[in-house]
């Protein structure tokens, strides 16, 4: 099984930027959908981006589209989410997530197996 492991998270200026990483331990990210979801205090984890591994297809939260961007480097086997223009609001822990999402699914944080530890991001106004 794939085990992700996030780094890059720490304290920003709001409008501020700021790239996380996943790296896959174990297993590669081949044949998996990898996302990003974060989950701020007392909130729902909710759903960043996503890229379908093998294919490239991306989905982004409507609320983030813009200012966020999730890419992939093959060779290196790592996932990585560019913030840009951070906000107080953006200030969460970030989660790397693989799994196989059912066609529609890839918003929803249960239809994936694999969770990193989190890595915290924080924005200061």
Excluded at 22 to 42: D, H, N
Excluded at 48 to 70: E, M
Excluded at 114 to 124: E, H, I, L
């Amino acid at each position: 099984q794939v085990q992700p492991v996030e780094s890059g998270g720490g304290l920003v200026q709001a409008g501020g930027s700021l790239r996380l990483s996943c790296a896959a331990s174990g297993r590669t990210f081949s044949r998996y959908v990898v996302g990003w979801f974060r989950q701020a205090p007392g909130k729902e984890r909710e759903f960043v981006a996503s890229i379908n591994w093998n294919v490239g297809l991306t989905f982004y939260a409507d609320s983030l589209k813009g200012r966020f961007s999730i890419s992939s480097d093959s060779a290196k086997n790592m996932l990585y989410l560019q913030m840009n223009s951070l906000k107080r609001e953006d200030s969460a822990v970030y989660y790397c997530a693989a799994g196989r999402p059912p066609y529609g699914s890839v918003r929803n944080a249960y239809a994936y197996d694999y969770w990193g530890q989190g890595t915290q991001v924080t924005v200061s106004s």
